[in-house]
T-cell receptor, first 109, second 110 residues
Framework: QKEVEQNSGPLSVPEGAIASLNCTYSDRGSQSFFWYRQYSGKSPELIMSIYSNGDKEDGRFTAQLNKASQYVSLLIRDSQPSDSATYLCAASGYSTLTFGKGTMLLVSP | GAGVSQSPSNKVTEKGKDVELRCDPISGHTALYWYRQSLGQGLEFLIYFQGNSAPDKSGLPSDRFSAERTGGSVSTLTIQRTQQEDSAVYLC????????FGPGTRLTVT
């Protein structure tokens, strides 16, 4: 059974702080990893993808991947209230994605 | 360009009725996925289409659920004899590597 685990939260951070979201996965064969943001009542929106060990930066977002530890993280710098949402981590297998249940992030002004 | 579209956005049906949900993927995407998301729950994979290959139906929860994809583009998810536990948001995604989601169809079975 392929699993992706995330802390459900909520993770509360003040505006301007760094938010750190974490994810572990069970399938060592997973090659690609994705972070989606889902606002309440909306569909998931892809914000980051990462395929190689190390860091990948895109604006205020940095994804980190450690395949040896089967660990993926998302850092959000200078967090804004508009970043308040549920963040879904996903790992790809041969053809489909396995999603975690998401971590709720709350950024307070 | 245009994203994934789904219709209807909301559907209320009576228990025992059949429903059809439609998905228009992003033009050129050969892969199409259906998921459902129940209130407060994660995304549950239902079915996957890749080009002209046989679909991966491994996530369909029962034989009341079926899906087809015509001409490698539009897909229809059909739920027969709906039950209250079928109430959820049904999401379609397309993408040959990264998946992009449509807005979803909120199904309520009364």
């Amino acid at each position: 059974q392929k699993e992706v685990e995330q802390n459900s939260g909520p993770l509360s951070v003040p505006e301007g702080a760094i938010a750190s979201l974490n994810c572990t996965y069970s399938d060592r064969g997973s090659q690609s990893f994705f972070w989606y943001r889902q606002y309440s009542g909306k569909s998931p929106e892809l914000i980051m993808s990462i395929y190689s060990n190390g860091d990948k930066e895109d604006g205020r977002f940095t994804a980190q991947l450690n395949k040896a530890s089967q660990y993926v993280s998302l850092l959000i710098r200078d967090s804004q209230p508009s970043d308040s949402a549920t963040y879904l981590c996903a790992a790809s297998g041969y053809s489909t994605l396995t999603f975690g249940k998401g971590t709720m992030l709350l950024v307070s002004p | 360009g245009a994203g994934v579209s789904q219709s209807p956005s909301n559907k209320v049906t009576e228990k025992g009725k059949d429903v059809e949900l439609r998905c228009d993927p992003i033009s050129g995407h050969t892969a199409l996925y259906w998921y459902r998301q129940s209130l407060g729950q994660g995304l549950e994979f239902l079915i996957y289409f890749q080009g002209n290959s046989a679909p991966d139906k491994s996530g369909l929860p029962s034989d009341r659920f079926s899906a087809e994809r015509t001409g490698g583009s539009v897909s229809t998810l059909t739920i027969q004899r709906t039950q209250q536990e079928d109430s959820a948001v049904y999401l379609c995604a397309s993408g040959d590597y990264e998946q992009y989601f449509g807005p979803g169809t909120r199904l309520t079975v009364t």
